[in-house]
């Protein structure tokens, strides 16, 4: 992009910190053995950093509920992720780690528009979730979204859907196989095989491989934002 792009595609401390590790326009990135090395050593350190912001934030605004495992990731409620004034840093880190883009709209949603998310990559005792054991996790009624909700489920090393069998890498409240429970509560399972008659509120995970979920919300409503509707923390069943 440095090369073929015009020269002030980018904000000048940005292409000085690339080119400070040799990548210029006009000149062949051809770095010596000394920084390659310091460059491999520096892909490890940024990965092994980035993901530790996505999985074990210490920033406190880190977590959507105090008293739950959910996750944003719109600290600070900006899609800059300005605070007056200051970058959050750490916060950008974590995001474009995650998922990559943003909108504007993403880290602005209203009541009965747009769309609201949340991730969890831990269950109800802070533990990591494993792909060979299942999880259940209950959305008590009403949930908070105009038009449906939805979990994807990703692998945590590759941050991309979750490949499995069931080639869905997900559910939704679309679906017309998904149970409500009798106080019109959901009650969704995750695992490597579904609870027996539970296979339309199934999301299968991978043995061997760690995962997280993002609840979506589209059109999420005034419950979300004030607080006073929230998502169960995930229950290790076996």
Known sequence: MIQHEPADAFDPETVGLFASIGIKKGKPFAPDARMKAI??????VGNATARSLVFASRDTRAKYFPDRQWTTGFIGGNHEF????????????LFHYYATGITPA?????????????????????Q????????KVTLPAPVPARNFWSFSVYDNQTRAQLATDQKLAGIDSTLPD????????VTVWFGPKPPAGMDG??????????????????GPLQAWFDK??????????D
Not at 128 to 135: N, V
Not at 228 to 237: E, H, R, T
Request: aromatic share 12%.
């Open 106 to 126: 993403m880290a602005a949603a209203k009541p009965g528009t747009g769309s609201a998310y949340a991730y969890v990559a831990r269950d109800a005792q802070g």
């Open 201 to 218: 509120n199934w999301v299968q995970t991978t043995r061997g491989k760690g995962w997280n979920t993002i609840l979506r919300l589209y």
């Open 128 to 135: 990591y979730f494993d792909g060979g054991k299942t999880y």
């Open 39 to 44: 460059l491999t050593d520096a892909v490890g």
């Open 178 to 185: 998904m149970k409500k429970n009798a106080d019109g509560s």
């Open 82 to 93: 300005l605070n007056d004034g200051e970058r959050i840093l750490d916060a950008r880190t």
């Open 228 to 237: 006073s509707w929230k998502p169960g923390d995930f229950v290790l069943v």
